[in-house]
């Protein structure tokens, strides 16, 4: 996250068991949230950001998530993509 935004800062949320992202031109804007066999990388403002590559998942009003599975998963240039996307917007 921070390779591709070098302005976020991290912070870690105990109780949320994640790692926060965010940066001054948006505030909060992503989340690493590991779990027993993935890894959540959510969006908090998901639901309204362009997803061609389609790696978004989740069905609520607001809160997006790209997960991680296996190293397949990780694709990389869409990521930083949505990563971009999600403070520009």
Request: hydrophobic share 30%.
């Given at each position: 996250v921070r390779e591709t935004i070098p302005t976020a800062t991290e912070t870690a949320y105990p109780v949320?068991?994640?790692?926060g992202y965010r940066a001054?031109?948006?505030?909060?804007?992503?989340?690493?949230?590991?779990?027993?066999?993935?890894?959540k990388l959510g969006?908090?403002?998901?639901?309204?950001?362009?997803d061609?590559?389609?790696?978004?998942?989740?069905?609520?009003?607001?809160?997006?998530?790209?997960i991680v599975r296996t190293g397949k998963d990780v694709r990389?240039?869409?990521i930083k993509k949505l990563l971009v996307t999600a403070v520009i917007r």
């Open positions: 949320w068991r994640g790692i001054p031109e948006c505030g909060y804007f992503c989340g690493i949230f590991p779990q027993r066999d993935h890894v969006f908090e403002h998901g639901a309204s950001l362009s061609p590559d389609g790696l978004l998942e989740g069905s609520g009003k607001q809160v997006r998530y790209v990389k240039r869409a």
